[in-house]
Structure formats: structure tokens, C-alpha cells
DNA sequence: AAATTAAATGTAATCGATTACACGAAACTA
DNA sequence: TAGTTTCGTGTAATCGATTACATTTAATTT
């Protein structure tokens, strides 16, 4: 019962060869139908099933395509990956996870490891350590195509699928100007990464439409965790004008400056109105919920997968895809002030 | 350049056979230290790499191990996964991600495909709407490890890891009767499911202990989440009697009840201590962290790895392994009545 | 009826690595 | 020196499926 059915033990039962069986089993028109019938109703008989293996090697094509990520465990990354699985899994791929914990060497091992075995392609969100790019190119020169999300390498004629940070920073400044405020902050991540870079140009290029002056006491440059707040909240409050705004690059951070300015009394969004950036699931679970630039990152994933499957369909052609996709501001309650209750009930809960 | 190498490339060079050149490449001691060196030397040389597939097939190990849950971006499984993940890869493994959406027809398809996939293993937690178990005995029939996480099947032969669910029902509640509690509530869900079953069961034990009656009153079963909160929040509120204490089976239910609550003017933890289950992210960012109790999920990912790999070192024994993890509680302010700040500062952030 | 064509199946190579078995040469024993 | 080991390599089968090419048989044409 458990030894595997082979196409060999399908032909020996019926007294052809192999070649016969293959050809039925994959409706090679140059079979007749009476034989093609009996192969596939023995094959169900005998339960047989195709060994993908054998497959892979025949044809150089292991339907795997190797995804890595910093961390598997965070909302971001997770969701990106469940839209990739959920476009590739009917075409018949296989997901295949990996992580980098942020660090390069690991990217690198990885990627070389699944080379190795012969992904069909490699989707990815590039390591905060990395700086070089011969496993990159290492992926290129086997012709195997590489598709980079929300965080990509520079380089040429590789495809990437990112949203428009830009336009996110720019519609979040702008929210935060049109409910009043203009001295408006910027907690941003790391300014090497162009994520960070962009978000922060869109918030510049917001204040400057407004004709609001660029402040560089606002802008605060952290890591993106929630002590980070705390920290950045802490060298707002010694300024001699406090911000009435606060627009920050990630959520976690945009919730530590919440809860310190809390406990120095200040009130949000009365005060200091506050949008964070990614839409993480807890800003909207909060009791006062926080504004935040929604990433798409289900779509993303499905986009970055679809890109793939645009690669494998046509090998032959350079496709150098920038998808951008465009971020979607989510106002709640810590950016909106409010006068009556009806606007209140106006206020997203998504 | 982007040509694979194989063994036959480097023994044609070197003008040997491409036995020599496996047996070399494999440390095999029948090769003379001259042949080894030169061919490893060449090997390095020429850049080739193993082609896993071509050895998958010829071993019948494909060093891949499927990983199915019903949904990869939900924080308890994410997290699962990245323990796997982390176990599994340095032994060489890679991991195959499948969702089911909590669907029995996606789950039996998972697992076909990941059979014809010759992995290793499969690593899972059972869909929801799952009621048969052929699929997983023809896991067991072609002598493939299969461990169970969290959510496991009745099946003999099958090993698996969950936390003590039971355990964890008793603490919560137990900890709600030393705040002073008596009138428990709880909220459990599908007590199909096992381990709302055993948390159930932990929680009653937890009042016989203290000579608690227990009322069916104040159990209502629902579904998990922050709506079926707000639900179970009303039903309690239509009793003669409110309860003084809640133990929701789910974080999310959990805050559900609270914003109810809340919005009756009932305060917490003061009129009415709540505790969770899951130790969801969120519960810990609220301004009133909510006590839950931990599920310890990247060890559970781990330990479900060494199972695994225990299983295939010994493919002769027939393990039935039952790890039961211990959950831990974790009391945050949800569920304390304190009197003093002394005390409050002694709540538990984590 | 002989010749041509078409249809169906068989033969064998291929994908890349491993390995039981065979074999020749060197080294050792008696 | 003939016989036996030992050592290092080569030969060829194997894993399972696909497919170009060859071959057989049947059908069609002239």
C-alpha cells in the first residue's frame, strides 16, 4: 500500500512501456484513446501519483520559488507572504520561506541555498544590513526571476513591487494640515533606506505645498520600535514650541509618542494629533485608535507574485517591472479633531 | 558563466569519471588525498554546487517539509512558523508554507500535493471545518512524519505538541479568584475544538478548587473575536447579577467585552478584572494592558521541528510523542485590583 | 496487389548524483 | 615468484518522468 506507484509499474501491469503510459497520462494526442482511457483508469486504480521530483529534474523546473523576509512573525511581512502564496499556490507553486533576521550574511546563504535547489524564482524584501549584490546577481545570471518588495536593491533590471511612500508620507502630512495643525513633526526610520527617505520627501513636499516652513527641529530620526516613541516624544517635549503634530514613520513608534505624551497630560488628539504609517492591527484595537497609511500588503504580495508569474511566462523577454502601488491613508481618532459627536461617528474604524 | 556545472563537467576536465568525482566531493575514503584535493580544488574552481534536486531523486529525501496552517498572517501561527523555520533551516530543511482557510477540502489538497512534493514531513494544525482523517493516514502510509501543533486530530501514531490548555484556563481563573473574584465569567469558543474543551475545563476546576459553584450563566460560547466580544459583553449585562471577573478563551473576545464595558460605564479592573488567552501583540499596547495568557508559540514552532527531526533520525521507531507545552500567564492591568501605585508598578509589561 | 501514408507504440537517451560491483595495478605474503 | 590483499577508479544501474527517433501495424492510395 505505501510503496510508490510508478509509471514503470502502470505499464507493466498493462503490458506497454513507460513512454505509452507518460504520453496517456499527459494527453499526448498521438495515443490512441482506447489505451489512453485504460492508463488513466488504471493510474486512478492503482493510485498513482506524479512524482514531482522526477519532474523537477527532467525539466529544470522544481515549481518552488523561495520567499525571504527579515522576519516571518511581523504583520507586514507575514500578510505580503499569504497574498504571494494565495496568487501562486493554483498555478501550482510552492512557497518557500526564509528569513534573514536583517542580518546579510544570512541573506546571502540563503539565497545561494535556494539556487541550489533549484527554485523557479526568488521574491524578496531586502536585509537592513545589506550593502552588496552578487547574490543578486548570482539569481540574475541563472536567469531566474527576481522580484523585490518594499524594500529593494538598486539594481538593473530587476523588478520590484513597493508602494508609493511618498505619496503615504504626503497624504498623511497633508491630513494633518487640513485638520489645523502646522508645526507638524516627523519621527522617521533610518534614512539609508529609501522607504524612510521617501515618506520623509512626502512630508516636506506636503508642508512646502502649504506653505508651511521646513523645520528640521521636527524631524526626528529613531529606530522604529515603541521605546523609540518614547525617546523622540521626549526631545519634542524640550523644544521651546511643542508640535501640534505628530506624523511618524512606523506605528509602533507613533504609539510610544502617544504614550508619553499622555503622561505628561497632553491630549490627543486636542493637543498634538498623531498618524503612524503601516496599519498595523493594533492602532485600530486601541481605545484611542491611530491614523495610519494602510500598505496593501496582501496586495503587495499578490502583485510581487504576479510579477513572477509575468517572468517565468516569458523568459526571454528583460521585463523590468516598478509596480507602485499606492498607499491608503486610514484617518481615526488621533488625528482628528472633533467638535460634536457626529463627526465622531465618522471617523474610520478599518 | 550561467550554465549549471555538474559532476560530469568536472570529471570530463579533469579527464576522470564522474563517480571519482562524487565519491571525492562526498569525502568517500576509498579516494586517493591527490584526486580529493584536485577535484575539490577544480570543484571550487568551476563554481559548481550540488543539485538538490537530482539528489532528492535519487535519495528520496527532499530536504523540504510542508508547514500548513490556516491562515500564515495571524500572529500565533506566524510565530509557530518562525520557531520551525529557525529549527529546521541550519539542519538544511526548508519550509513549505501552505494555508487552508480553515477549509477541510483546501487541507486534504495541501497535503496530496505536498506528498507528490516528497517532503520530509508535515508539520500542522488542523483546519477548523476538519471532520476525516484519510488524508492524514496516507501521510502515516507512506511512512512520512506528521506532527501536530496546537490543533491536532484524534489519530493513534500521530504525535504532537499543544500547550496545556487546561492549565492555562486553571491559572487565568485561578488568578482572577486570589484578585478577589467569585463570579467568573467565561467565554469560551467552539467547544468542538479541544483546546476550548480544556481551557473550559481548567477554568471550572479552578472554581471547585476555591469552592466556587459553577453557573452556566455566565459561560457563552461564541465565536473569537472582538465582535462576539461585544456580544457575550451584552448577555452578561442582561444577568441579575454581573459577574466581577471575565476569562475570555480569546484576546480578542476579550477586548470586545472590555469596550462594552466601557461603554456601559462598568471600569476595568476596578468593577469587573478581565483575562485573555493568546497573548496577542495588541493586548500589551493597549493604555489598559490586558492580562492573557501565553502560548508560548515560537517554542511551540521549535519543539514541533524536533519532533520532526527525531522522527525521520529514527525512521524504524514509531514515535508517538505528546509534548504539552506549559502556558504562562501574564498578569498586566486588566485583571489587577490594586490600591496603591506601588502595586501598579509591579504589573508585568512583558 | 504493391506502394505510400498515417497512426500507435516501442527504444533509448536525458536530467544529475550516488553506489554496488568489477577490474587493474601496486604492495604484500609465503 | 606466484598468490593474495589492498587501493583507487571505472562501469553501469538507479531514482521517475519525458521525448526525439525508430519501428511496427493498419489504412489508404494508385
Known amino acids: 500500500m505505501n510503496e510508490k506507484i510508478t509509471i514503470y509499474d502502470i505499464a507493466k501491469r498493462l503490458k506497454i512501456t513507460a513512454a505509452t503510459v507518460s504520453r496517456a497520462l499527459n494527453n499526448n494526442p498521438k495515443i490512441s484513446e482506447a489505451t489512453r482511457l485504460l492508463v488513466l483508469k488504471t493510474a486512478k486504480e492503482m493510485n498513482y501519483k506524479q512524482n514531482k521530483v522526477a519532474l523537477a529534474l527532467k525539466s529544470?523546473?522544481?515549481?518552488?520559488?523561495?520567499?525571504?523576509?527579515p522576519y516571518i512573525n511581523r504583520n507586514f511581512f507575514s500578510s505580503i507572504i499569504r497574498g504571494i502564496e494565495e496568487e501562486l499556490y493554483p498555478k501550482g507553486y510552492h512557497v518557500i520561506i526564509c528569513q534573514t533576521h536583517e542580518e546579510e550574511q544570512k541573506e546571502i546563504k540563503t539565497i545561494d541555498n535556494l539556487l541550489n535547489a533549484q527554485v523557479d524564482g526568488v521574491l524578496m524584501s531586502v536585509s537592513k544590513q545589506t550593502t552588496t549584490s552578487e547574490h543578486f546577481e548570482r539569481v540574475l545570471e541563472k536567469h531566474i526571476p527576481l522580484v523585490f518588495f518594499d524594500r529593494r536593491a538598486q539594481l538593473k533590471g530587476v523588478s520590484s513591487v513597493?508602494?508609493?511612500?511618498?505619496?503615504?508620507?504626503?497624504?498623511?502630512?497633508?491630513?494633518?494640515?487640513?485638520?489645523?495643525?502646522?508645526?507638524?513633526?516627523?519621527?522617521?526610520?533610518?534614512?539609508?533606506?529609501?522607504?524612510?527617505?521617501?515618506?520623509?520627501?512626502?512630508?516636506?513636499a506636503a508642508l512646502k505645498q502649504a506653505g508651511i516652513a521646513y523645520n528640521e527641529d521636527y524631524v526626528i530620526q529613531t529606530k522604529s520600535d515603541t521605546e523609540s516613541g518614547h525617546f523622540a516624544a521626549q526631545e519634542l517635549l524640550k523644544l521651546d514650541k511643542l508640535p501640534d503634530a505628530v506624523f511618524s514613520s512606523s506605528d509602533h513608534t507613533a504609539l510610544g509618542v502617544i504614550q508619553k505624551f499622555k503622561e505628561h497630560g497632553i491630549k490627543i488628539p486636542k493637543d498634538i494629533c498623531?498618524?503612524?504609517?503601516?496599519?498595523?492591527?493594533?492602532?485600530?484595537?486601541?481605545?484611542?485608535?491611530?491614523?495610519?497609511?494602510?500598505?496593501c500588503t496582501m496586495e503587495m504580495g499578490r502583485v510581487a507574485a504576479r510579477v513572477f508569474l509575468e517572468q517565468v511566462k516569458n523568459p526571454k523577454i528583460k521585463i523590468e517591472k516598478k509596480v507602485e502601488l499606492t498607499p491608503q491613508l486610514l484617518v481615526r481618532e488621533s488625528s482628528v479633531k472633533v467638535n460634536d459627536t457626529t463627526?465622531?461617528?465618522?471617523?474610520?474604524?478599518?
Open 274 to 295: 498623531v498618524v503612524g504609517f503601516s496599519n498595523e492591527p493594533f492602532t485600530k484595537f486601541m481605545e484611542l485608535t491611530i491614523s495610519s497609511v494602510d500598505q
Open 343 to 350: 463627526k465622531k461617528l465618522r471617523v474610520s474604524k478599518g
Open 162 to 204: 513597493t508602494i508609493d511612500d511618498y505619496q503615504g508620507g504626503f497624504d498623511a502630512t497633508k491630513h494633518l494640515i487640513d485638520q489645523g495643525c502646522s508645526r507638524i513633526a516627523h519621527i522617521c526610520g533610518d534614512l539609508k533606506l529609501e522607504i524612510y527617505r521617501d515618506r520623509f520627501e512626502g512630508y516636506k
Open 60 to 69: 529544470g523546473k522544481s515549481n518552488n520559488v523561495g520567499v525571504i523576509v
